[in-house]
C-alpha cells in the first residue's frame, strides 16, 4: 500500500520551461515534505522541504505547493535547465513517535532537453 | 571525504551467501538510516540508529536482515542466505539528529543470481 505516490515515472521538458513534478500521499499523518533529487550512481540529495502549516515554500528556481485538502504537492522548476536533469523523489514524515522515518514515492525521471 | 561513504559500491552474490554491506556516516551524525532501492520502486525504511538508543528495528523485512552499529560510527547490514528478491541498492543516510536533514550516501547494489 503506497502512501507517497508519484503516479508520473518520467517528464520531459524544454530548457528555460517550467518542469512541474506532482506528488500525492493517504496518509493523514504526514505532517512534513521533502523532494529529494537523484543523479546515477549517486544518493539522493535533499532538495527543497515544506512543513504542513505553509502551503508554499520557494528556493531559487525550485517551488514547492502543498495542497493539504487534497494531500497533494508539487515541485515547480523554473526555468529548468538540463543539469536539473535526473530523478526526483518526493518524500513525507509523519507527525507521530516514528517521524524520523521517511515515506518515499517511487520518483519521477525527469530529462531537460537542451 | 565530507560525506557519507559506502561500500562496496556493488556486490554480486551467489543465491544463499551472507553480505556484509558497510556504513561510514558523516562524522558527529548521531542518527544512521538504512533504506532499500528496488527496481522501479521507492526507497524503503529499513532500519534507524540514533546514538545509544535501542534501535528501530520495525522496517527490516525478515530476520534474514540485522544491522549494527558501534557509537556513533560505522555501522554495517548483514543479509544471511541472500535470496534473488535481496537484489536492490542499499542506501545508508545519516542526519546530526532526528529531524534533520538525512545525508545519503551513493548506494550498494547488491545482486543475488
Known amino acids: 500500500d503506497q502512501q507517497v505516490k508519484q503516479n508520473s515515472p518520467s517528464l520531459s521538458v524544454q530548457e528555460g520551461r517550467i518542469s512541474i513534478l506532482n506528488c500525492d500521499y493517504t496518509?493523514?499523518?504526514?505532517?512534513?515534505f521533502l523532494w529529494y533529487k537523484k543523479y546515477p550512481a549517486e544518493g539522493p540529495t535533499f532538495l527543497i522541504s515544506?512543513?504542513?502549516?505553509?502551503d508554499k515554500n520557494e528556493d531559487g528556481r525550485f517551488t514547492v505547493f502543498l495542497n493539504k485538502s487534497a494531500k497533494h504537492l508539487s515541485l515547480h522548476i523554473v526555468p529548468s535547465q538540463p543539469g536539473d536533469s535526473a530523478v526526483y523523489f518526493c518524500?513525507?514524515?509523519?507527525?507521530?513517535?516514528?517521524?524520523?522515518?521517511?515515506?518515499f514515492g517511487k520518483g519521477t525521471l525527469l530529462t531537460v532537453n537542451p | 571525504g565530507a560525506g557519507v561513504s559506502q561500500s562496496p559500491s556493488n556486490k554480486v552474490t551467489e543465491k544463499g551467501k551472507d553480505v556484509e554491506l558497510r556504513c561510514d556516516p558523516i562524522?558527529?551524525?548521531?542518527?544512521l538510516y538504512w533504506y532499500r532501492q528496488r527496481l522501479g520502486q521507492g526507497l524503503e525504511f529499513l532500519i534507524y540508529?540514533?546514538?545509544?538508543?535501542?534501535?528501530?528495528k520495525s522496517g527490516l523485512p525478515s530476520d534474514r536482515f540485522s544491522a549494527e552499529r558501534t557509537g556513533e560510527s560505522v555501522s554495517t547490514l548483514t543479509i544471511q542466505r541472500t535470496q534473488q528478491e535481496d537484489s536492490a541498492v542499499y542506501l545508508c543516510?545519516?542526519?546530526?539528529?532526528?529531524?534533520?536533514?538525512?545525508?545519503f550516501g551513493p548506494g550498494t547494489r547488491l545482486t543475488v543470481l
Open positions: 543516510a545519516s542526519s546530526s539528529g532526528r529531524y534533520n536533514e538525512q545525508f
Open positions: 496518509n493523514s499523518m504526514f505532517d512534513y
Open positions: 515544506i512543513s504542513s502549516i505553509k
Open positions: 518524500a513525507a514524515r509523519n507527525s507521530g513517535g516514528s517521524n524520523y522515518k521517511l515515506t
Open positions: 562524522s558527529g551524525h548521531t542518527a
Open positions: 540508529f540514533q546514538g545509544n538508543s535501542a534501535p528501530d
